[in-house]
C-alpha cells in the first residue's frame, strides 16, 4: 500500500519561508518521478514542481520560479519543497504526488498516487 504523508505547513507571514516534507512508503521511492500540486480554496488543483526519479530534470510553474526548489532525498524516502519569499497568493494545500514514470511531468493525470495535503497560510 502507498502512502505519502506531507508535513511542513503552517501559517507564516509574508516574506517568510517553509519547507514541505513528504515521506513515501510502499513503493520503491526512487524508481518514480515526484511532484508538488497546490489547491487554493475555491480553485483548481494546480501543478508547483516535478522531479525526476533522479533528481533531475526538475520542473517548477512559472508562479513560483526562483522561490521553490524541490529536492528527493531516496535514502530516507523523502521529498522535499523549500519555499521562500512566501506571498499571500501561495495560500493553498499543497499535495505530494508519485508519478506512474521516472520522468518529471507538469501534467496531473500521470501522477497516480497522493498525499492528504498539507496547510501552507501566507499572512500580508
Known amino acids: 500500500q502507498v502512502q505519502l504523508v506531507e508535513s511542513g505547513g503552517g501559517l507564516v507571514q509574508a516574506g517568510g519561508s517553509l519547507r514541505l516534507s513528504c515521506a513515501a512508503s510502499?513503493?520503491?521511492?526512487?524508481?518514480?518521478?515526484m511532484g508538488w500540486f497546490r489547491q487554493a480554496r475555491g480553485k483548481e488543483r494546480e501543478f508547483v514542481a516535478a522531479i525526476s526519479r533522479r533528481g533531475v530534470p526538475t520542473y517548477y510553474a512559472d508562479s513560483v520560479k526562483g522561490r521553490f526548489t524541490i529536492s528527493r532525498d531516496s535514502a530516507k524516502n523523502t521529498l522535499y519543497l523549500q519555499i521562500n519569499s512566501l506571498k499571500p497568493e501561495d495560500t493553498a494545500v499543497y499535495y505530494c504526488?508519485?508519478?506512474?514514470?521516472?520522468?518529471?511531468?507538469?501534467?496531473?493525470?500521470?501522477?497516480?498516487?497522493w498525499g492528504q495535503g498539507t496547510q501552507v497560510t501566507v499572512s500580508s
Open positions: 504526488a508519485s508519478a506512474k514514470g521516472p520522468v518529471a511531468t507538469r501534467q496531473e493525470h500521470e501522477y497516480n498516487y
Open positions: 510502499g513503493r520503491t521511492f526512487s524508481n518514480y518521478a
